[in-house]
């Protein structure tokens, strides 16, 4: 049951993160020009989702150097609700999902 519960959690964190990803990238494209596209365009949702995989990739590979450098001492899977995972991919999948909202925080002062 807790499993479940945390696999829709993640599911719902993601969908909230790539809807705000998809909003402020139709913000951005209303501002720039509008040019007929030489190639095929992609979805909206498509472009989120790579954006937010190679986010999630960039502090991943930050994390695993940095570790790494210092010599610090971490397990290879964490089992929570009877999930096992790589505690630094889900650490950088979760930075990742909080960036849109943490950068328009910043923003916004």
């Given at each position: 049951m807790a499993s479940l519960v945390l696999i829709l959690t993640v599911i719902v964190l993601v969908y909230f993160s790539v809807k705000k990803r998809v909003y402020l990238r139709s913000l951005r494209a209303r501002a720039a020009d509008s040019e007929l596209p030489?190639?095929?365009e992609e979805s909206p949702v498509s472009r989120a989702l790579v954006e937010l995989v190679a986010v999630a990739g960039g502090i991943y590979l930050a994390l695993i150097m940095g570790v790494n450098f210092l010599k610090l001492s971490m397990p290879?899977?964490?089992?929570?609700?009877?999930?096992?995972?790589?505690p630094m991919a889900a650490l950088a999948l979760t930075v990742a999902i909080c960036e849109p909202y943490v950068r328009r925080l910043l923003r916004a002062k």
């Amino acid at each position: 049951m807790a499993s479940l519960v945390l696999i829709l959690t993640v599911i719902v964190l993601v969908y909230f993160s790539v809807k705000k990803r998809v909003y402020l990238r139709s913000l951005r494209a209303r501002a720039a020009d509008s040019e007929l596209p030489l190639e095929p365009e992609e979805s909206p949702v498509s472009r989120a989702l790579v954006e937010l995989v190679a986010v999630a990739g960039g502090i991943y590979l930050a994390l695993i150097m940095g570790v790494n450098f210092l010599k610090l001492s971490m397990p290879n899977m964490v089992m929570i609700g009877g999930i096992a995972f790589d505690p630094m991919a889900a650490l950088a999948l979760t930075v990742a999902i909080c960036e849109p909202y943490v950068r328009r925080l910043l923003r916004a002062k």
